[in-house]
């Protein structure tokens, strides 16, 4: 029986394995529809199902919230989908972006 090396080593010891980076891929937001209140959108989100919480910023147009697909793990490769929640910081109004 013949072994074959785990691990092929280069011929010169100088040289590292070079490790590929992925692009990030830039995502163009939709309007979709707006909401009175942020509790109408949090129940419209709750209905869809397939959307969790990722993060959220302040800016001057107000908090906005970021929501991705779920029907993936979190820590693998995502879903190019998500949800972008603008909560008015003027108004109560609730503005959901795709």
Known sequence: MTEVPYFIESESDNEEPRIQQRRRMSKTWKFERSFDSENEA?????????WSFKFSNET??????????????SRGLQCQSGLKL???STCTGVILYR
């Open 60 to 73: 001057k147009l107000g908090t906005v919230k970021y929501y991705r697909c779920n029907k993936v793990i």
């Open 42 to 50: 949090r129940d419209f989100i709750k209905n869809e199902v397939c």
């Open 86 to 88: 603008i909560l008015d």
